[in-house]
């Protein structure tokens, strides 16, 4: 199982803009070999699939995130990053790191991050 370990988080205003990071450990292969992606999870709500990148660096994203959110990847430095525009109360959740062969579901996913809060206020 790889680590994963998120930073970047924080409270920002509606239309402000975050970075998140998360950071891998474990085999540099592994690393290049593995989709990423990044989840979030609201209170009261389940966890959701904002976006993922895979191996060949093909990205997806949630249609609520669409043209607000980039997700790209450095694998020589084995990170995964999360660039949030245009932020949105509705953004408000904690963001996880995810690791796999694929993370398209949630059952996909091999590895998780701790997580690491976004607030949006309006």
């Known amino acids: 199982q790889m680590q994963l370990v998120e930073s970047g988080g924080g409270l920002v205003q509606a239309g402000g803009s975050l970075r998140l990071s998360c950071a891998a450990s474990?085999?540099?292969?592994?690393?290049?070999?593995?989709?990423m992606g990044w989840y979030r999870q609201a209170p009261g709500k389940q966890r959701e699939l904002v976006a993922r990148i895979s191996r060949d660096t093909y990205t997806n994203y949630a249609d609520s995130v669409k043209g607000r959110f980039t997700i790209s990847r450095d694998n020589s430095k084995k990170m995964v990053y999360l660039e949030m525009n245009n932020l949105k109360p509705d953004d408000t959740a904690v963001y996880f790191c995810a690791q796999g062969i694929s993370v398209a579901t949630i059952d996909a996913v091999a590895s998780w991050g701790q997580g690491t809060q976004v607030t949006v206020s309006s």
């Open positions: 474990g085999s540099l292969l592994a690393f290049k070999i593995s989709a």
